[in-house]
């Protein structure tokens, strides 16, 4: 049985490359946070969180990262954690430095002294075309970075690069264009307008607060992207690949789209908060996935249209099993009993 170990499984990729990696037949190792308030909803959304070992780690404390490859003693690592909100970074620059690049140089210094062998997948992202203007964005594409996400992002891929030319370790980066799905945090941009759209029609919310309406990104669906960071892991030789849909809107045709599948006419809700406005924001991305299609044979089931109607169906739907007294396991964060969290003091 093979072996893996994800970072970053409670948020949106962790949790669903977890369930397609236990489909697989995978031991599935994760570390999580230990956070005064359990974040495992997504886990048991999905109905997985007992079939996870848990390893308390954080990407900042190398003791703690050590341990957990040495009890998950992985055939494959995912690093997906990350301080991941783009704007948040520019409120805690060092903070994402610190997780989003450092991070990532010490699981490989991790991985390097503990196994060579084990093949490292790194979430890199298609933010690092930031500042590019030339259209679609592929794998030769150079970098300009228009964030300390961005930029902490752009270390930790020529870190991977580094050690997998350096030290012939398989260490590959999956550029990875924006991927979406009710699983999303409600603070990205598209799951803020499908859940607000879908409390509006039910009465339960009056107006929707964005910032800039006019930037573009290339939106693909969550479970059609982590396929293809197992997909790159399975090759003989370690590649970049850029894992995007070739299609690009902006955020006004999100919100439109939106609230027209609702009935609804989304300039009688929308109103703009400069608070959601960046220092610096990034305008049009659009990826060409080429390179995936034809090596990995990868190619996305979901685009936009349909991912509008399932994110928007899935809030909406929730919404009003809410309205009728059901509850969800986001409203509840305990720390289930069930669970398998690994205890130091008890299995060694
Ligand atoms: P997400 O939902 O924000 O999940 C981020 C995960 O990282 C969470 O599990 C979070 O844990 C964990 N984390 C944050 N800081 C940590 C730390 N210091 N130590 C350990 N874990 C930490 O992000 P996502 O959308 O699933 O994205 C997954 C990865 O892909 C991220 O690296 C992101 O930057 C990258 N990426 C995402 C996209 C996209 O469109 N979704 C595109 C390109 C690249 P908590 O639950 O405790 O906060
Ligand atoms: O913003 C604009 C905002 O926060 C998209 C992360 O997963 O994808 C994600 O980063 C656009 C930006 O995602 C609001 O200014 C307008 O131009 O949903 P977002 P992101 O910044 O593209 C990349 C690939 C990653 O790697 C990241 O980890 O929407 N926008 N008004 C808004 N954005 C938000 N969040 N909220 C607004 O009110």
Redesign the pocket.
């Known amino acids: 049985m093979k072996r893996a170990l994800i ?8 949790a669903y490359l977890a369930q397609f990696l236990l489909k697989k037949g995978y031991d599935v190792y994760a ?3 230990r ?1 005064s308030t359990p ?1 495992f909803w997504r886990l048991q959304t999905l109905g997985i969180l007992d079939k996870i070992k848990l390893i308390p ?4 404390d190398m003791g703690a990262l050590m341990e957990a490859v040495k009890i998950a003693d992985p055939d494959e690592v995912y690093n ?6 783009v704007a948040a970074s520019f409120d805690q620059p060092l903070f994402t430095a610190d ?2 690049g450092l ?1 990532v140089t010490r699981l490989l210094e991790i991985v390097r002294n503990y196994n060579k062998e084990i093949k490292i997948y790194q ?4 933010e690092l075309y930031g500042g590019v203007k030339k259209m679609p964005q592929d794998e030769k594409t150079a970098f300009i970075p228009n964030s300390p996400y961005a930029a902490a ?1 752009l270390y930790s891929y020529h870190m991977m690069k580094i050690y997998r030319e350096g030290y012939g370790m398989f260490a590959c980066n999956g550029i ?5 799905s009710p699983l999303r ?1 409600l603070e990205f941009v598209t799951r803020k307008i499908t859940n607000a759209a879908a409390r509006i029609k039910l009465g339960l919310q009056k107006d929707l607060e964005l910032g800039n309406l006019d930037p573009k990104r290339d939106w693909g669906f ?1 479970p059609d992207y982590v396929r293809c960071m197992w997909m790159m892991l399975q090759r003989d030789k370690p590649e970049d690949f850029v894992i995007a849909t070739g299609e690009t809107h902006s955020v006004q045709e999100f919100v439109d789209t939106t609230f027209s599948s609702l009935k609804l006419n989304w300039k009688d809700h929308v109103k703009i908060n400069k608070k959601f406005v960046r220092p610096l924001d990034v305008f049009h991305l659009c990826g060409n996935p080429a390179k995936a299609r034809k090596e990995l044979k990868w190619k996305p089931q979901i685009k936009f249209k349909e991912l509008v109607k399932i994110m928007t169906k899935a809030d909406l739907d929730r919404w009003k099993k809410h309205l009728k007294g059901e509850t969800f396991h986001w409203d509840a964060p305990n720390y289930p009993d069930n669970i398998n969290i690994y205890k130091r003091s008890l299995d060694k």
């Not at 970072?7 to 962790?14: A, K, R």
């Not at 997906?80 to 909100?85: D, K």
């Not at 990875?176 to 979406?180: A, R, V």
């Open positions: 970072t970053g499984v409670t948020g949106q990729d962790g570390i999580y946070r956070s974040n780690a954080d990407m900042a997906l954690a990350a301080q991941s909100y997780v989003d991070g979430a890199s992202t298609s992002k990875l264009f924006n991927h979406e945090g969550a």
